[in-house]
Nanobody, 120 residues
Framework: QVHLVESGGGLVQTGGSLRLSCAASGIFSINAMVWYRQAPGKQRELVAAITSGGNTHYEDSAKGRFTISRDNTENTVYLQMNSLKPEDTAVYYC???????????????WGQGTQVTVST
């Protein structure tokens, strides 16, 4: 069974920083690791993604402020968030695209979410 454990959320003032972590266990191999967020009343949106080879992609508002990275030995993905704004307030979710076993097809696995609140 795959477990994704997220941590690092919290309350921070505008301009502050937070570092989110998401550790995956129980999975055979991982392709992409992705951070999403969902603000109240809004759809879930992609924030940043990183492939197994380290290629990254960012949503426009995250470019220049957020950095996604991963530790393949620990099956962990990070999201360093700097210069935070009130509009970054949301529940942040990690998603792992991977294979449960060596013979399984690729599937998506989601974390439970961690709240990030940026105050003015």
């Amino acid at each position: 069974q795959v477990h994704l454990v997220e941590s690092g959320g919290g309350l921070v003032q505008t301009g502050g920083s937070l570092r989110l972590s998401c550790a995956a266990s129980g999975i055979f191999s991982i392709n992409a690791m992705v951070w999403y967020r969902q603000a109240p009343g809004k759809q879930r949106e992609l924030v940043a993604a990183i492939t197994s080879g380290g290629n990254t992609h960012y949503e426009d508002s995250a470019k220049g402020r957020f950095t996604i990275s991963r530790d393949n030995t620990e099956n962990t993905v990070y999201l360093q968030m700097n210069s935070l704004k009130p509009e970054d307030t949301a529940v942040y979710y990690c998603k792992v695209e991977g294979h449960l076993t060596s013979w399984a097809q690729v599937d998506d696995y989601w974390g439970q979410g961690t709240q990030v609140t940026v105050s003015t």
